[in-house]
């Protein structure tokens, strides 16, 4: 996975990578299901801007 990002607010480059799990896992809506996705962010180490949320498997939302 490449970090060749930019922060769009202070233009640094040190752009880590943060993973939501447990509690804050996202389940399928409408769905029974125990299990749901992690959110893995990019964010950036300077500012703490947000650039990019996804969640870890889309496929589960089919
Ligand atoms: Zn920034």
């Given at each position: 996975?490449?970090v060749?990002k930019?922060?769009?607010?202070?233009?640094?480059?040190?752009i880590g990578?943060?993973?939501?799990?447990?509690?804050?896992?996202?389940?399928?809506?409408?769905?029974?299901?125990?299990?749901?996705?992690?959110?893995?962010?990019s964010?950036?180490?300077?500012?703490?801007?947000?650039?990019?949320?996804?969640?870890?498997?889309?496929?589960?939302?089919?």
């Amino acid at each position: 996975m490449s970090v060749d990002k930019v922060c769009p607010r202070c233009n640094s480059t040190q752009i880590g990578q943060g993973i939501l799990k447990g509690t804050a896992s996202i389940v399928p809506k409408g769905k029974l299901t125990i299990s749901g996705s992690a959110i893995i962010s990019s964010i950036c180490v300077e500012c703490g801007y947000i650039i990019s949320r996804y969640v870890e498997k889309p496929e589960k939302f089919k």
